[in-house]
């Protein structure tokens, strides 16, 4: 029941569906969903889902997020805007992230999720892109261009697991899959994609060892084909400005609302201010900055803006305890997920999932530096994936000083059903 209603919170927490259908708005599933699984969560009986089989020290840095969040309000350059962004969105992503990492027993629990994300991709996808009505392609409702790439480009790991399966139906759904979400990048024309779409390339062709190179060739081939084909002239003129960064907008120090000056004025809030300005308060302190006030009071105009990098979003807002958490937590899952896929059991699943994980952080960290994604639900999503994934490890291992592992029954299923997790009593 935990993994199922989770699952289903997966289509609109992830992949806003009630955008699409807007009666299924009504019903607030992004409050009912996360709300029914910690009531499923606190009366579940099995070990494996204890609150301290997630603890740990990824998970301490990002309870400290949470922690510097809440306190950064009383000094925020907004306390309103932060008050109501911690209680109304930081607060439920971090219980949702928890809820995941409960809820995992086993590897095929992981890929179940990974299932699940591919087919919201696949679906929400879709529907922004029949609805589309020319231009750069962005999600209904609630993603622009740019976010809308990132999320496609974390979802492309999962369909290249599903082409290594036996299974007729999702190996050619993970062909489908991934060829749709390559396209799907190319219609969003982000430059940061591009990037992040280049390094999980790079990735799957050099490091993802439990593919067959033959699979790695034909899946990045099958990349380069799209490319090539649906990416017009106009596309690679936009791609080939990240070749001349001196000559972009962005990078040119000509305009302060370009991304290499707003970087350089994040930075310099988070020296500043030991606590920083406060949770998804970076806009209203840029705009009350003393640049802002020098432009407007001489005739020009300033745009409040976002930090366009989940990095300096984070230092900025929160400070350097802030950065230092987020970065850690970061460097600590990539250790540890490396550590898996180097000493997993060929025959089992642990390898191929820890290095699709990888592929997904990959992703992230090199499309979400130029996108204010630091607190976004995508990386709350693959915070709690990796975490009930990695809490496997000690059981799979045999924890010292752990008892036998023990199953518990699992009701409700009538066809190949999932098999608990060995939890240690």
Not at 44 to 54: E, F, G, S, T
Not at 270 to 293: C, H, T, W, Y
Not at 356 to 370: D, E, I, N, P, R
Request: proline residues 4%; glycine residues 10%.
């Amino acid at each position: 029941m935990l993994l199922w209603t989770l699952g289903l919170s997966l289509f609109f927490y992830n992949w806003p569906l009630q955008a699409v259908f807007p009666l299924l708005a009504k019903l607030k599933p992004t409050i009912l969903l996360p709300a029914l699984a910690g009531l499923v969560w606190l009366t579940d009986p099995l070990p494996i889902r204890a609150h301290r089989r997630v603890d740990g020290r990824i998970y301490r840095f990002l309870a400290a997020i949470l922690c510097l969040g809440f306190l950064s309000i009383p000094f925020s350059a907004n306390r309103r805007v932060s008050f109501d962004f911690f209680t109304t969105d930081l607060i439920f992503s971090f219980a949702w992230m928890t809820f995941l990492a409960a809820a995992i027993r086993t590897e095929r629990d992981v890929e179940w999720l990974m299932r699940a994300f591919a087919i919201g991709c696949f679906a929400y996808t879709g529907f922004s892109f029949a609805r589309s009505g020319g231009g750069r392609l962005a999600g209904i409702a609630y993603y622009d261009a740019n976010d809308l790439g990132l999320m496609v480009l974390c979802a492309l790991p999962f369909s290249v697991h599903l082409v290594r399966k036996r299974g007729g139906i999702w190996k050619l759904f993970g062909v489908v899959s991934a060829a749709f979400g390559v396209y799907i990048v190319i219609q969003t024309e982000s430059r940061g994609a591009f990037l992040g779409l280049v390094a999980v390339g790079a990735y799957i062709l050099t490091a993802y060892r439990s593919v067959s190179k033959a699979v790695r060739i034909g899946v990045v081939g099958l990349a380069v084909v799209v490319l090539f084909v649906f990416a017009g002239g106009d596309y690679w003129t936009r791609m080939s400005t990240v070749l001349k960064p001196t000559e972009d907008y962005n990078f040119s120090g000509q305009t302060a609302a370009g991304r290499g000056e707003i970087w350089k004025r994040g930075i310099g809030y988070m020296l500043k201010n030991p606590v920083g300005v406060g949770l998804n308060a970076f806009g209203q302190a840029d705009g009350r900055s003393e640049l802002a006030i020098a432009m407007v009071n001489s005739g020009h105009g300033f745009k409040w803006t976002a930090p366009h990098n989940s990095f300096v979003q984070v230092g900025a807002e929160l400070g350097v305890g802030g950065a230092f958490c987020f970065i850690s937590a970061i460097v600590l899952i990539f250790k540890a997920l490396l550590r898996v896929s180097k000493n997993a059991d060929p025959s089992s699943e642990r390898g191929p999932i820890a290095e699709a994980l990888t592929a997904c952080m990959v992703a992230y960290v090199v499309s979400g530096f130029f996108l204010s994604f630091a607190y976004s639900t995508l990386i709350y999503f693959l915070f709690g994936v990796i975490l009930g994934f990695l809490k496997l490890e000690p059981l799979i291992r045999g924890a010292k000083g752990t008892a036998s592992p023990a199953r518990a029954p699992v009701r409700g299923r009538r066809k190949r059903p999932f098999r608990p997790a060995q939890a240690a009593r």
